[in-house]
């Protein structure tokens, strides 16, 4: 067990042991986006059909480029697409690549920060995170309806939000001015 306790983070408290358990989980998470689209596709649901709102390309104006070119179906996945347009699934492999990046580079920045949470602006940097974290998976689930209501992401708001709080109510104790 000393063996152990040496790969530890130094700090008091428990902050530090949760950011590196949420650290590890990132890792292997990111990991598994650049494996496979199974566990991002069960986060980020459903099929999605062309806007039929967005107007005709022009010189200027190209509605392939438009953020919300596509709009969720409301289809089950089993059924068939609409008339109106071949329905989608967003998960690419290159999204769930990019996710994966992303995910990564949070789990490096807890990791380092589970470290070091008496360096001020590194702590605010692992806050961030968690921050980024809650306003994409809130954003996926509120405002772009690309995620449902379940475990998936249940998950991420719990541990971006008890993270959030955690780090906001105790930054005194942990940073050193």
């Known amino acids: 067990m000393d063996s152990l306790a040496a790969y530890l983070p130094p700090a008091k408290g428990y902050l530090p042991y949760y950011m590196l358990s949420l650290s590890i989980i990132a890792v292997g998470n990111s990991l ?4 496979t689209l199974h566990y991002s596709r069960r986060l980020y649901n459903g099929l999605f059909t062309p ?32 008339k109106s347009g071949r329905a989608t699934d967003q998960v690419t492999p290159l999204a769930a690549r990019l996710f994966g990046t992303y995910t990564l580079v949070s789990a490096i920045v807890r990791l380092y920060a589970s470290y ?3 360096i001020g602006p590194l702590y605010d940097l692992a806050l961030w995170t968690y921050v980024v974290a809650l306003g994409h998976f809130g954003s996926e689930f509120l405002v772009y309806r690309t995620a449902r209501l379940g475990a998936p992401v249940l ?15 105790q930054r005194g104790f942990y940073v050193e001015v």
Do not use: C, E
Not at 32 to 35: L, P, V
Not at 52 to 71: C, E, H, I, N, W
């Open 32 to 35: 598994q986006n650049y494996a």
């Open 51 to 82: 806007n039929p709102s967005l107007g005709p390309r022009t010189p200027s104006y190209d509605p392939d480029d438009s953020t919300s070119k596509l709009l969720p179906s409301s289809l089950p996945p089993s059924s068939s697409p609409p």
């Open 116 to 118: 070091h949470l008496h």
């Open 155 to 169: 998950f991420p708001f719990f541990f971006a939000s008890v993270g959030i709080a955690w780090m906001v109510s």
